[in-house]
């Protein structure tokens, strides 16, 4: 029994053809082409779909789903995309389209749900039936997973915790509002804060890496706390507080088992990671008589879209 789980993004489209176990056997990538029409980039995802299935050798009948996961507002019920920021998706008909060519169930879902999704059935969530998956990228997005399901909401447009409010009248977000948590614990937010004190502190060894790379990134300030420079570790120290105090707001709801961070940030391993447990242990409801919840890297990165996405056709 094959899936097929293509994770759609505004660089490229992935695809693979995986088994019930998640074991993925032939990939395929393409570029997502912006500029085009909505019916246009659907036909490309169709022709994709179809690579899939013949490239990776297989009859287009030992297809048992196709899993896609989009970023945006999806109505997974519907199958439709009701809007996608940066692709010309708004009200398309994605599943009654490939439907069209493929006869077998076709399920769609939110980006970041579907990641957890995958994190949960293949990797560093093996085993919770409750977690969290927060990536820090850009912005910041939440995968909420509750009793083994996607906390949708209504028309699917809930789950957004990097939308939550950290700072009354804050920073201004893309979303319209003021001051949520993503403008603060994204890796966007990190490099800010590092060139912000790596102006104030010239000396610092953040601001002689920045000299010497000529460019900033989300690894400065921790190649310099590494190296035991104070403005790094300060840099560190800032952004796990703000890292850590949307988690707490999330734990103190949700108490998952397990809360797992991907996107470039988290390739800082448990010297991340640890930072983050101890805070949010040691500031969530009840402290630390109640369930410590474990901080883990997600496990599957850039494969956690395309696992879970094929997830949302697998079920055992
Ligand atoms: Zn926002």
């Not at 994770?7 to 019930?20: E, F, Q």
């Not at 019916?39 to 022709?47: G, P, W």
Request: positive net charge.
């Amino acid at each position: 029994m094959y899936y097929l789980g293509i994770d759609v993004g505004g660089m490229s489209i992935k695809g693979a053809l995986v088994d019930k176990e998640g074991v993925i056997h032939y990939r395929a990538n393409i570029k997502t082409e912006v500029e085009k029409t909505s019916e246009e980039i659907l036909q490309d995802i169709k022709d994709l779909c179809l690579s899939l299935v013949s490239e990776g050798g297989i009859k287009i009948n030992a297809l048992r789903g196709i899993g896609i996961g989009i970023p945006g507002s999806i109505d997974a019920e519907e199958g439709v995309i009701v809007y996608s920021n940066n692709i010309n998706f708004e009200n398309v008909k994605i599943v009654e389209y490939l439907k069209k060519t493929f006869d077998c169930p076709i399920k769609i879902g939110n980006d970041a749900n579907v990641a957890a999704l995958g994190e949960m059935k293949y990797g560093s969530g093996k085993g919770s039936k409750n977690l969290i998956l927060v990536t820090l990228g850009t912005g910041v997005g939440t995968g909420i997973i509750v009793e083994s399901k996607i906390l949708l909401g209504k028309y699917g447009a809930g789950g957004e915790g990097g939308h939550m409010t950290l700072v009354y009248n804050g920073l201004p977000c893309t979303c319209g509002k003021k001051g949520c948590w993503e403008r603060y614990a994204s890796a966007t937010a990190l490099i800010r804060i590092t060139e912000e004190y790596s102006n104030k502190y010239p000396d610092s060894e953040v601001a002689k890496i920045i000299k010497k790379e000529g460019k900033i990134s989300g690894k400065t300030a921790f190649i310099a706390a590494r190296n035991g420079d104070k403005t790094g570790a300060k840099i560190v120290s800032k952004y796990v507080k703000y890292v850590a105090e949307g988690l707490i707001s999330l734990v103190n709801i949700f108490r998952p088992d397990c809360i797992l961070i991907g996107g470039g940030v988290s390739n800082e391993g448990s010297y991340l990671m640890k930072k983050i447990e101890r805070r949010v242990s040691r500031y969530s409801y009840g402290g630390s008589r109640n369930y410590k919840v474990p901080v883990k890297k997600a496990e599957l990165q850039n494969d956690a879209g395309i696992l879970g996405a094929a997830a949302l056709c697998i079920d055992n």
